[in-house]
Nanobody, 116 residues
C-alpha cells in the first residue's frame, strides 16, 4: 500500500511564490528519480522538473531559473519551490516517483492558480 500525497497548491498573484510538497509512504523502496508534472486546462501533461537520487536536477525551459526542485530522502519527500509565478504556470501539478525496480507512482494532483 503506497500513498503519495501532494500539498502546497493554492491561489497566488503573478510574481508570487508557492512551495509544493510531495510525501510518499507505505511499501515504497529504493526511490530513484522524483519529479513534478503539470497539466494546464486544455493542454497535455508536461514535465516541470525532476531530481535523481544523486541530486541531479532537470527543468523544463519554461520554468528554468524560477523553480527549484529538491528532496529529502529521509522523509521520502520532494519539493518544488516556485518563484516569480506567471499566469501560464496555472494548472494541476502532479508528483511522480520512480523506483529502481521500474515502478512509478503518481499523486492525485494539487491545483496551482496564478492570477494577473
Amino acid at each position: 500500500q503506497v500513498q503519495v500525497v501532494e500539498s502546497g497548491g493554492g491561489l497566488v498573484q503573478a510574481g508570487g511564490s508557492l512551495r509544493l510538497s510531495c510525501a510518499a509512504s507505505g511499501s515504497i523502496f529504493s526511490i530513484g528519480t522524483m519529479g513534478w508534472y503539470r497539466q494546464a486546462p486544455g493542454k497535455q501533461r508536461e514535465l516541470v522538473a525532476t531530481i535523481t537520487s544523486g541530486g541531479t536536477t532537470n527543468y523544463a525551459e519554461s520554468v528554468n531559473g524560477r523553480f527549484t526542485i529538491s528532496r529529502d530522502n529521509a522523509k521520502n519527500t520532494v519539493y518544488l519551490q516556485m518563484n516569480s509565478l506567471k499566469p501560464e504556470d496555472t494548472g494541476v501539478y502532479y508528483c511522480n516517483i520512480v523506483t529502481h525496480m521500474g515502478l512509478f507512482y503518481w499523486g492525485q494532483g494539487t491545483q496551482v492558480t496564478v492570477s494577473s
